[in-house]
């Protein structure tokens, strides 16, 4: 073989399965010092110490994107073999790569075949290497493994014959016996998938449509991660709750880098331009936010015809609309789908984004702190709060994180102090009866809301908001009336995103679809309910 790291491959193809040609290799000069003749082990060792590094001589790519251009064939939808050269939600993903990722896409984005590619260079280049692929089912296992076995059978004949020499590459496994490696590839259906190995690469593939408990087996696998290991979780959406969308949810907490590839990173996704005239507000609007043009409004408006009411999920335009809600809704779909459009990003994030805050506290407005506790701990429900200006209902801040107790007491009172010396509401039902003591108490703070307090009877002047058969169904409807009548006034996307799926149950109650959480949406309603009663509503 006579090429060097450096020098740019063929037109390569953006997938395993996307279209490429094959054009002559230019005449850009080699990189300096990466040449891949007749590499030995320690040749390879010294390249997988700099795999994530970006010479100057690669023109802003990385080794490993060099490396991919250089030694890895895909083939296309023509059937020919092609280089892989990263396109642009491939490159992406490599911008902002950590070593915990998850990466919600359209559909053929080509994340999956660079998933596995990446794992190859890794695997053949640092020794002692164990990659584990987990695909949704046996045939999408079987499809994966044949890339990777391309990726091996396509290396030039010096490295599959020295270093890279194979003792088994059968059932899904190829072991490199001369660098102690291996690379398995298996479905989510297999239960010792990842059972008693170290695993340093693990990439777990179209995680939302795994069968069975995904929870359970994404646990089990995580398990096996060796200190250090690179986590992948990809997947185009699947609806609402489950594993996946409980990942993503929950990225910011898990220290997990978020990738989000919409359709139109796609150049492929184009069709006959539309005529100007016929655009509506909604396709201009996509259009000036986006810089689209005529012929992918074309290719949208094909898709939806197509896919219907799936477009949204099976080619993803945003990260909350892409994942539709099943069941019967509690609240207005159409009102909570516009607003997610238009909702404002925070204008300050504390707590690695457990708070954000749309508008600061102002001089001489009266404010009102809603609060849902939970137990604390890192899983089950989160404690949420919900800060409101009194004259307007107006969202103004929320908070949602696994606290509870003094620790909730005190950020909770920290929050209404801040906020003009706010109301503070507190549901004193189970745990909220001890953080409205701690409130109270050990924080000191005096401005406690007490239900019934314009009202006669037990309930006169008692602090806390009790949540009842009767309460609950009278402030989730303020809720739905004003997500309708008043939508601009909600600018939490999280909290639109649990009013998506907040529905009527199986039981004939109403809550939180299985996989998702509703503490937002019931701080949110506590307010509502709250601040209607302090103004005599």
Same mark, same amino acid.
């Not at 919600?104 to 053949?124: D, P």
């Not at 909702?343 to 300050?348: H, L, T």
């Not at 604390?376 to 429900?381: F, K, Y």
């Given at each position: 073989?006579?090429?060097?790291?450096? =020098?740019?491959?063929?037109?390569?193809?953006?997938?395993?399965?996307?279209?490429?040609?094959?054009?002559?290799?230019?005449?850009?000069?080699?990189?300096?010092?990466?040449?891949?003749?007749?590499?030995? $082990?320690?040749? /390879?060792?010294? %390249?997988?110490?700099?795999?994530?590094?970006?010479?100057?001589?690669?023109?802003?790519?990385?080794?490993?994107?060099?490396?991919?251009?250089?030694?890895?064939?895909?083939?296309?939808?023509?059937?020919?073999?092609?280089?892989?050269?990263?396109?642009?939600?491939?490159?992406?993903?490599?911008?902002?790569?950590?070593?915990?990722?998850?990466?919600?896409?359209?559909?053929?984005?080509?994340?999956?075949?660079?998933?596995?590619?990446?794992?190859?260079?890794?695997?053949?280049?640092?020794?002692?290497?164990?990659?584990?692929?987990?695909?949704?089912?046996?045939?999408? !296992?079987?499809?994966?493994?044949?890339?990777?076995?391309?990726?091996?059978?396509?290396?030039?004949?010096?490295?599959?014959?020295?270093? /890279?020499?194979?003792?088994?590459?059968?059932?899904?496994?190829?072991?490199?016996?001369?660098?102690?490696?291996? #690379? $398995?590839?298996?479905?989510?259906?297999?239960?010792?998938?990842?059972?008693?190995?170290?695993?340093?690469?693990?990439?777990?593939?179209?995680?939302?449509?795994?069968?069975?408990?995904?929870?359970?087996?994404?646990?089990?696998?995580?398990?096996?991660?060796?200190?250090?290991?690179?986590?992948?979780?990809?997947?185009?959406?699947?609806?609402?709750?489950?594993?996946?969308?409980?990942? *993503?949810?929950?990225?910011?907490?898990?220290?997990?880098?978020?990738?989000?590839?919409?359709?139109?990173?796609?150049?492929?996704?184009?069709?006959?331009?539309?005529?100007?005239?016929?655009?509506?507000?909604?396709?201009?609007?996509?259009?000036?936010?986006?810089?689209?043009?005529?012929?992918?409004?074309? #290719?949208? $408006? $094909?898709?939806?015809?197509?896919?219907? =009411?799936?477009?949204?999920?099976?080619? @993803?335009?945003?990260?909350?609309?892409?994942? /539709?809600?099943?069941?019967?809704?509690?609240?207005?779909?159409?009102?909570?789908?516009?607003?997610?459009?238009?909702?404002?990003?925070?204008?300050?994030?504390?707590?690695? +984004?457990?708070?954000?805050? *749309?508008?600061?506290?102002?001089?001489?407005?009266?404010?009102?702190?809603?609060?849902?506790? @939970?137990?604390?701990?890192?899983?089950?429900?989160?404690?949420?709060?919900?800060?409101?200006?009194?004259?307007?209902?107006?969202?103004?801040?929320?908070?949602?994180?696994?606290?509870?107790?003094?620790?909730?007491?005190? %950020?909770?009172?920290?929050?209404?102090?801040?906020?003009?010396?706010?109301?503070?509401?507190?549901?004193?039902?189970?745990?909220?009866?001890?953080?409205?003591?701690? !409130?109270?108490?050990?924080?000191?703070?005096?401005?406690?809301?007490?239900?019934?307090?314009?009202?006669?009877?037990?309930?006169?002047?008692?602090?806390?908001?009790?949540?009842?058969?009767?309460?609950?169904?009278?402030?989730?409807?303020?809720?739905?009336?004003?997500?309708?009548?008043?939508?601009?006034?909600?600018?939490?996307?999280?909290? %639109?995103?649990?009013?998506?799926?907040?529905?009527? %149950?199986?039981?004939?109650?109403?809550?939180?679809?299985? +996989?998702?959480?509703?503490?937002?949406?019931?701080?949110?309603?506590?307010?509502?309910?709250?601040?209607?009663?302090? /103004? =005599?509503?």
């Amino acid at each position: 073989m006579t090429d060097k790291l450096g =020098g740019p491959g063929a037109e390569a193809n953006e997938s395993a399965t996307q279209s490429a040609t094959i054009e002559p290799r230019s005449t850009e000069p080699p990189s300096q010092g990466l040449r891949l003749e007749a590499l030995n $082990r320690e040749e /390879l060792e010294s %390249l997988g110490k700099i795999l994530d590094q970006r010479p100057a001589s690669l023109r802003g790519r990385t080794v490993a994107m060099a490396l991919a251009d250089t030694l890895l064939l895909v083939r296309t939808r023509e059937g020919r073999p092609a280089h892989l050269k990263a396109n642009a939600a491939q490159r992406a993903f490599e911008r902002r790569r950590g070593q915990r990722n998850i990466v919600l896409k359209a559909r053929q984005m080509g994340l999956t075949t660079w998933a596995a590619a990446r794992f190859f260079l890794k695997t053949i280049t640092q020794p002692g290497t164990l990659t584990l692929e987990v695909a949704h089912s046996q045939e999408s !296992a079987e499809e994966i493994f044949r890339i990777v076995h391309r990726f091996l059978d396509w290396l030039p004949e010096e490295l599959r014959e020295g270093p /890279l020499r194979t003792s088994r590459a059968n059932v899904r496994q190829i072991v490199f016996p001369e660098i102690d490696a291996q #690379y $398995r590839v298996v479905s989510a259906g297999d239960r010792n998938a990842g059972r008693g190995l170290t695993v340093q690469n693990l990439h777990c593939s179209e995680l939302a449509r795994w069968p069975g408990n995904p929870g359970e087996i994404l646990a089990g696998l995580q398990a096996a991660l060796a200190p250090g290991a690179e986590l992948i979780l990809e997947s185009t959406p699947d609806g609402v709750g489950g594993c996946f969308h409980e990942e *993503w949810q929950k990225a910011a907490e898990t220290g997990t880098v978020r990738h989000f590839f919409p359709w139109w990173m796609e150049p492929r996704y184009r069709a006959e331009a539309v005529d100007q005239t016929t655009l509506t507000d909604e396709e201009r609007e996509l259009m000036a936010r986006h810089r689209l043009d005529l012929q992918q409004i074309g #290719y949208r $408006r $094909r898709i939806r015809a197509n896919f219907r =009411g799936l477009a949204r999920q099976e080619y @993803a335009e945003n990260e909350e609309s892409c994942f /539709l809600a099943s069941g019967e809704s509690v609240f207005e779909l159409a009102a909570i789908e516009a607003r997610l459009v238009e909702a404002p990003e925070p204008v300050e994030s504390r707590g690695n +984004g457990e708070l954000q805050i *749309w508008l600061p506290p102002l001089k001489g407005k009266q404010y009102l702190v809603a609060v849902d506790p @939970a137990g604390g701990g890192s899983d089950g429900d989160y404690s949420a709060a919900q800060v409101l200006e009194m004259e307007t209902a107006m969202q103004c801040a929320e908070f949602a994180g696994h606290v509870g107790g003094l620790e909730l007491a005190q %950020l909770i009172t920290g929050l209404a102090r801040e906020y003009n010396h706010a109301w503070l509401v507190i549901e004193r039902n189970n745990h909220g009866s001890g953080v409205l003591a701690l !409130a109270e108490t050990a924080c000191g703070y005096g401005r406690i809301y007490r239900q019934g307090r314009r009202q006669p009877g037990p309930l006169d002047g008692q602090p806390g908001w009790l949540t009842t058969s009767v309460s609950r169904p009278a402030v989730l409807g303020q809720l739905g009336a004003a997500l309708v009548e008043h939508p601009d006034r909600f600018m939490s996307r999280k909290l %639109l995103a649990e009013c998506r799926t907040f529905i009527r %149950l199986a039981n004939g109650n109403c809550g939180a679809r299985a +996989g998702t959480h509703d503490d937002r949406v019931m701080a949110m309603a506590v307010g509502l309910g709250a601040r209607a009663e302090l /103004l =005599g509503r």
